[in-house]
């Protein structure tokens, strides 16, 4: 998958700039095809390798590290193409991808351990016909507590999906420039969301799992209440950069904890498959209040529709400790 990302990225940087943009589309599609595929791989290493005290600390590494990635290549060479243009950004691209590929064949998999030994390390994963991998995918859905999890899942970042798409949009209206909220939301908001990211693996490492989600949880609703205080109020807008690096460090933390009890919660005999339907299911569960923020806002005015959503992220963390209970454990 590597080298295939790799191979696009370079096919894309050697079309020329202005022409036809469907060929540039076809290649973006397939890039994505195969870091997608590529992060499901990813994943089930992860799963195999990582002990049960390890999850908060690899989460935290796994999330720093594809955040670290955005910043290079979503921001630092978007800059550069003023400069350099498209071409030579995909250039470079392929190049860290090929750096990856060298770290890849350098690393071996340790033997197999059984399944059966949640703290063993790497669960023994037999080949098997992809229809068996599909209905043991789906008798997990069926298994007690199932329903609680993917309810935990999938309406975790609910209060934040309700707000955030808005909430730059209040901003631009106030009269903040589009270069100024790029600056505090691309540049500060995803600095303090690594070292949010970092201290949640750290507290899941220390702590349980369930407590990490809970605390992250209700403290990710201090931001958001000033959030609707900014939008409820005149306050001085620069108070939003506050409000934007407190949500995108408690938000970083959620992520990390939620990350770690996914993968806690896998059926280890199809680790790398069951872990993508639950991260599928995350992605899921954050699209349709995506989608309907924009219509509460223009329905209801910002700080109204901001209020929905700090009610629903403040009763989460009230759901998130019973129902993780029910949630079933790791096979």
């Not at 806690?264 to 790398?272: C, K, L, M, N």
């Amino acid at each position: 998958m590597q080298l295939g990302l790799a191979l696009t990225m370079v096919v894309a940087g050697l079309l020329p700039e202005g022409g036809d943009v469907h060929p540039l589309l076809a290649c973006v599609l397939l890039m994505n095809l195969f870091a997608a595929t590529m992060d499901i791989a990813v994943d089930g290493l992860a799963v195999d390798l990582l002990k049960a005290r390890q999850l908060g600390l690899g989460n935290a590494i796994q999330v720093v590290g594809y955040k670290l990635g955005m910043l290079t290549g979503g921001g630092l060479l978007v800059w550069a193409t003023a400069r350099l243009g498209w071409g030579p950004l995909f250039f470079v691209m392929a190049g860290l991808t090929l750096a990856a590929v060298g770290l890849t064949l350098a690393m071996r998999e340790p033997d197999a351990a059984p399944a059966s030994v949640p703290d063993a390390g790497p669960a023994s994963a037999p080949r098997r016909p992809l229809s068996e991998v599909l209905r043991q995918q789906w008798a997990t859905l069926a298994r007690p507590g199932a329903i609680p999890l993917v309810a935990l899942i999938t309406t975790y970042k609910l209060g934040e999906a309700l707000i955030d798409p808005m909430f730059g949009a209040m901003l631009v209206d106030r009269g903040v420039e589009r270069a100024t909220l790029g600056l505090w939301i691309g540049t500060y908001g995803m600095a303090t969301s690594i070292l949010g990211s970092v201290v949640g693996g750290l507290l899941g490492a220390r702590v349980s799992l369930v407590r990490a989600l809970v605390a992250a949880g209700a403290l990710r609703g201090v931001p958001m209440l000033l959030v609707v205080l900014i939008a409820l109020s005149r306050a001085p807008v620069e108070l939003a950069l506050v409000a934007i690096a407190a949500e995108h460090f408690f938000a970083g933390m959620l992520t990390t904890s939620m990350f770690a009890f996914m993968m806690a919660r896998v059926d280890r005999t199809i680790g790398a498959s069951h872990y993508t339907l639950l991260a599928t299911l995350e992605v899921l569960g954050k699209t349709p209040p995506s989608l309907l923020s924009g219509v509460l806002a223009g329905a209801l005015g910002y700080g109204p529709a901001f209020s929905i959503g700090l009610f629903a992220a403040a009763l989460w963390p009230l759901a998130a400790a019973p129902l993780s209970r029910r949630a079933p454990p790791a096979v």
